[in-house]
């Protein structure tokens, strides 16, 4: 594939999904030996596994968290910081992945659409979601502490969106906004991403809409490729750095 065809007036919206992270040595979701392979998502993402067995949700989110601890952005993070840097607020980044990775290579513009690992909130109050990166051990369940002081027990939860759950406010308003602001202008390039999950996966038909052009880099083709004006199969680390250089 050529380089993307950016020119001064373009606009670029990247929709990321765990693939980006693959590489740093972070586990996708679907492909083989991936967090959700064996397991029953309902249990580990959903508000209802949560209820059910709090104890069980903080044991796989304190894991994952652990697992960061040597993580570093890969290639692919740092070409799409190094692009941002040249587009400044023609650029935005919506990244469905929680690991803030993005983040530690220099992204700025960077929307969550799933929150993030390290971030904790309350289940019960609505306290603002504060930065917890401790792993809890096994069989601890961390308490919120406005809560307590008020006599009541409440439970902390990861904030993450689970399935079934609403999006961060005002994350996709973001998204819409970048995109009408863009017009015609508008590229779009999806990396690392199933295309399986919601609203995600229909970005690129909302940019086809707009008038925009569409981008996809993958290591296989996703259940949405077809609907992609172009596709590049193979790795984004290795891709990146070539499809975004100036
Ligand atoms: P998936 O695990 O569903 O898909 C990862 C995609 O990345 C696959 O299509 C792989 O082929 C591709 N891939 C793997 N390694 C790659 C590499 N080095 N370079 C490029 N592509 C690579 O992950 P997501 O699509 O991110 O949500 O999953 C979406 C959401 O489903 C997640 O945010 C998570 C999950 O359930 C929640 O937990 C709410």
Redesign the pocket.
């Given at each position: 594939m050529q380089p993307l065809p950016i020119t001064d007036r373009s606009h670029l919206l990247v929709l990321t999904?765990?693939?980006?992270s693959?590489?740093s040595g972070i586990p996708?979701?679907?492909?083989a030996g991936?967090l959700?392979e064996g397991r029953d998502?309902r249990e580990v993402?959903t508000w209802d596994g949560f209820a059910a067995d709090p104890l069980r949700v903080w044991r796989f989110y304190s894991e994952r968290r652990q697992a960061m601890a040597d993580v570093a952005p890969n290639a692919?993070h740092r070409a799409l910081a190094a692009l941002e840097a040249r587009l400044g607020d023609r650029f935005l980044l919506a990244t469905?992945?929680?690991d803030g990775l993005h983040q530690a290579a220099g992204s700025q513009r960077v929307v969550e659409?799933?929150g993030n690992l390290m971030r904790s909130r309350c289940s019960a109050c609505d306290r603002a979601p504060f930065d917890d990166r401790q792993a809890y051990r096994a069989g601890v369940a961390p308490l919120c502490g406005r809560c307590r002081a008020a006599g009541k027990d409440a439970v902390l939860r990861p904030d993450?969106?689970?399935?079934g759950e609403l999006l961060p406010p005002g994350a996709l308003a973001r998204v819409e906004a970048f995109g009408r602001a863009a017009g015609r202008e508008l590229m779009f390039l999806a990396?690392?991403?199933?295309?399986?999950?919601e609203p995600?996966a229909s970005l690129v038909d909302a940019v086809a809409r707009l008038g925009g052009r569409t981008w996809l880099?993958?290591?296989?083709p996703?259940a949405n490729a077809a609907r992609f004006d172009h596709v590049a199969l193979?790795?984004?680390?290795a891709l990146l750095p070539t499809l975004l250089a100036a």
């Amino acid at each position: 594939m050529q380089p993307l065809p950016i020119t001064d007036r373009s606009h670029l919206l990247v929709l990321t999904g765990a693939g980006v992270s693959a590489e740093s040595g972070i586990p996708t979701f679907r492909d083989a030996g991936g967090l959700w392979e064996g397991r029953d998502v309902r249990e580990v993402a959903t508000w209802d596994g949560f209820a059910a067995d709090p104890l069980r949700v903080w044991r796989f989110y304190s894991e994952r968290r652990q697992a960061m601890a040597d993580v570093a952005p890969n290639a692919a993070h740092r070409a799409l910081a190094a692009l941002e840097a040249r587009l400044g607020d023609r650029f935005l980044l919506a990244t469905q992945n929680i690991d803030g990775l993005h983040q530690a290579a220099g992204s700025q513009r960077v929307v969550e659409l799933h929150g993030n690992l390290m971030r904790s909130r309350c289940s019960a109050c609505d306290r603002a979601p504060f930065d917890d990166r401790q792993a809890y051990r096994a069989g601890v369940a961390p308490l919120c502490g406005r809560c307590r002081a008020a006599g009541k027990d409440a439970v902390l939860r990861p904030d993450v969106v689970w399935f079934g759950e609403l999006l961060p406010p005002g994350a996709l308003a973001r998204v819409e906004a970048f995109g009408r602001a863009a017009g015609r202008e508008l590229m779009f390039l999806a990396v690392g991403t199933s295309g399986l999950v919601e609203p995600a996966a229909s970005l690129v038909d909302a940019v086809a809409r707009l008038g925009g052009r569409t981008w996809l880099v993958n290591a296989e083709p996703p259940a949405n490729a077809a609907r992609f004006d172009h596709v590049a199969l193979g790795a984004a680390g290795a891709l990146l750095p070539t499809l975004l250089a100036a």
